[in-house]
């Protein structure tokens, strides 16, 4: 075998050394942007010409490597190239394992500088202050739906969505031994206990379920305590040492979780874009209908409507709004001036590219 393998394995090398010729081209190219991009002071990470780059690789390519493979390579490559440029910071709710950490790799690869918060809010104020460059925070879960705090946040922060991810959530539980023999807890994030609750009812419901900050902090539970069982993500499992007692517990199996990235840049189109507002109206009849009338006059189509209360005790809301488009394509800033004058509150929280 080793005779047939030897060939290959140097045509492998052969390859190997031009891909790494061509790597440290586009390095250097990248090193030739940022020089430009400090004599302006111009933002370092741009994720509407990232998701580009990401969406012409797939495009393009010809196989047979898979076409979301290509793009996790491409990603890498980019968050490399672009830390020479400077290594962008990212605030994001800690410990490390989390989902929100998946979902920081994903959108920025791993050249990134990551800031752990212990909150939601803390991530908005950690980019408030300029500490961190961006956050990330989850805005809604497929099976739990919204998560309120971010959506109040959003409501008051001078920070832009400048970037949406989407990663597939799958919850494992797990112990340090690696059986459930003398686990009197199960702890998680209290999403992740909803969203693997009928798993739980029908397999364990004698064992108490224990509401923790966050998933992560579950296993770092977990492997202090042999009573504590975790449910997490098993990158999180992995962290901390834990072994896997039931993979894939969540009760949905496509659930899935959206993710903002916030900051201070207004990023730019991408030509596959979405625009996030938050707008409320009179409390009368007829007046959501009134309000939402510019969106179809000028076609444009709305993705998400969600509500919240806006806690003036008077039974009026606040609309959280996704639309097509970026708000520097004509249809849609004119849908939007007319939208806003129709409204009691307008506020764009911010245009950029469509998760891939
Ligand atoms: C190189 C650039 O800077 C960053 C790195 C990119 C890349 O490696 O392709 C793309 C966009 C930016 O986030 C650029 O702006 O073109």
């Known amino acids: 075998m080793d005779n047939k393998l030897k060939p290959l394995r140097e045509q492998i090398d052969a390859i190997d050394a031009q891909i790494l010729d061509l790597l440290n081209r586009r390095a250097r190219v990248a090193e030739?942007?940022?020089h430009v991009k400090a004599e302006t002071n111009a933002p370092v990470f741009r994720p509407e010409r990232e998701a580009q780059?990401?969406?012409?690789?797939?495009?393009?390519?010809?196989?047979?490597?898979?076409?979301?493979?290509?793009?996790?390579?491409?990603?890498?490559?980019?968050?490399?190239?672009?830390?020479?440029?400077r290594r962008v910071s990212v605030a994001y709710l800690g410990p490390?394992?989390?989902?929100?950490?998946?979902?920081?790799?994903q959108q920025f690869g791993h050249a990134v500088a990551g800031e752990l918060c212990v909150s939601i809010d803390e991530v908005f104020r950690a980019t408030e202050a300029g500490t961190a460059d961006f956050g990330v925070v989850p805005i809604e879960n497929s099976t739990e739906g919204t998560i309120n705090r971010t959506l109040d946040l959003l409501?008051?922060?001078?920070?832009?969505?400048?970037?949406?991810i989407s990663i597939p959530i799958h919850h494992s539980l797990m112990t340090k031994g690696g059986s459930m023999?003398?686990?009197?807890?199960?702890?998680?994030?209290?999403?992740?206990?909803?969203?693997?609750?009928?798993?739980?009812?029908?397999?364990?419901?004698?064992?108490?379920?224990q509401a923790v900050a966050s998933n992560g902090e579950a296993a770092r539970m977990a492997s202090d305590d042999p009573t504590v069982a975790a449910i997490a993500g098993e990158i999180a499992g992995e962290k901390y040492g834990l072994q896997v007692v039931h993979?894939?517990?969540?009760?949905?199996?496509?659930?899935?979780?959206?993710?903002?990235?916030?900051?201070?840049?207004?990023?730019?189109?991408?030509?596959?874009?979405?625009?996030?507002?938050?707008?409320?109206?009179?409390?009368?009849?007829?007046?959501?209908?009134?309000?939402?009338?510019?969106?179809?006059?000028?076609?444009?189509?709305?993705?998400?409507?969600?509500?919240r209360p806006a806690r003036t005790g008077a039974w009026e809301y606040y609309f959280y709004v996704d639309i097509e488009g970026h708000l520097q394509e004509e249809k849609v800033a004119c849908a939007l001036d007319e939208l806003k004058r129709n409204a009691a509150f307008f506020k764009v929280l911010g245009s950029y590219p469509l998760a891939l």
Request: aromatic share 4%; charged share 15%; hydrophobic share 40%.
């Open 247 to 307: 993979a894939h517990i969540q009760d949905d199996p496509h659930n899935r979780t959206r993710f903002a990235v916030i900051g201070r840049l207004q990023t730019a189109p991408s030509g596959r874009d979405q625009t996030s507002l938050v707008l409320s109206v009179p409390n009368q009849p007829g007046a959501v209908h009134r309000m939402l009338a510019p969106l179809a006059a000028h076609g444009v189509s709305m993705t998400r409507f969600e509500s």
């Open 32 to 34: 030739e942007v940022g």
């Open 53 to 85: 780059v990401l969406r012409g690789v797939a495009e393009r390519n010809p196989g047979p490597l898979n076409g979301s493979d290509v793009q996790t390579i491409f990603r890498e490559i980019m968050s490399a190239c672009r830390a020479l440029e």
């Open 155 to 164: 409501l008051q922060t001078s920070l832009a969505i400048s970037g949406e």
């Open 181 to 209: 023999a003398g686990i009197t807890r199960i702890c998680a994030h209290s999403q992740a206990l909803a969203q693997c609750q009928a798993w739980l009812n029908q397999h364990f419901p004698q064992i108490d379920r």
């Open 96 to 105: 490390a394992g989390t989902f929100s950490e998946q979902a920081v790799y």
